[in-house]
């Protein structure tokens, strides 16, 4: 059987590689960049494997996101000339992760319900009643930012006073990235429950193009980027 699996995107002769864990990226002429996305597996920050038209799926998902949703918020896509890529414009991706959750979830050490198990009752700037039970609703999806760490990193969390105070984010910029993300989320959330599922949580990427502008970047409302529960 001949070998489907795309595990890596190397193309020496394109310039400004980045090999994240599932993108093989490099730029374009004329401020694009290309964004393979190959069929690596990623969970915990860490490759575990790669599965047969992965790449695919995902970057189709996102594109269902993508035209679902620049009618709320802008993005960098400017063509999909392959199953597997996205051409997208070529952005400075702003230093903070926007994470948005609708409930009491996850298993990480930066999941609010880790955090909340352990006793935390302020985090990420919001406080949380006592007697949530795991995976509860939350009363409104709230933003749960991190530091975005580039290379490999592991993400740290943030507030909004921090993302301010250390200068991450301009107030303005603040005000747009959140209120995006927050419509985004909703939309996300109001569509996947029409077929039976529920938007968990998420995480946005923005970046800033050329000419300032503040565009949705990398991928949306993806197995990838989100949990999803269903419904009953
Ligand atoms: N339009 C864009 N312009 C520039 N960079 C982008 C754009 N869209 C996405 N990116 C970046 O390209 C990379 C995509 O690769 P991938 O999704 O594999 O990375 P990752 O492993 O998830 O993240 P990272 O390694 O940055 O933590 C990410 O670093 C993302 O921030
Ligand atoms: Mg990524």
Redesign the pocket.
């Known amino acids: 059987m001949p070998n489907r699996v795309l595990d890596h995107a190397r193309i020496p002769e394109l310039p400004n590689p980045?090999f994240?864990?599932?993108?093989d990226?490099y730029d374009l002429p004329d401020n694009r960049?290309i964004?393979i996305t190959t069929d690596r597996i990623?969970a915990f920050d860490r490759i575990l494997a790669a599965i047969p038209f992965k790449g695919q799926v995902l970057t189709q998902m996102a594109r269902f996101w993508f035209e679902n949703t620049d009618d709320i918020c802008p993005n960098?896509v400017l063509d999909y000339p392959d199953p597997n890529v996205v051409i997208?414009?070529?952005?400075e991706?702003l230093p903070v992760e926007i994470v948005v959750r609708g409930y009491l979830a996850g298993t990480t050490s930066t999941s609010i319900l880790t955090r909340y198990k352990k006793g935390e009752r302020v985090m990420y700037g919001h406080e949380f009643p006592d007697g949530l039970r795991d995976n509860a609703k939350l009363a409104e999806p709230i933003i749960t930012p991190t530091t975005?760490?580039?290379?490999?990193g592991h993400d740290e969390p943030l507030t909004a006073d921090e993302i301010l105070s250390r200068g991450l984010l301009s107030q303005e910029q603040w005000q747009t990235v959140s209120t995006a993300a927050l419509a985004l989320f909703k939309r996300g959330q109001e569509m996947v429950a029409r077929q039976g599922f529920i938007l968990v949580d998420t995480k946005y990427?923005f970046?800033i193009d050329a000419d300032g502008t503040i565009l949705l970047?990398?991928?949306i409302h993806t197995p990838d980027s989100s949990r999803f529960w269903l419904a009953d």
């Open positions: 980045y994240g864990k599932v993108r990226c960049r964004l990623s960098h997208g414009k070529k952005l991706i975005k760490a580039f290379d490999g990427e970046g970047a990398d991928e």
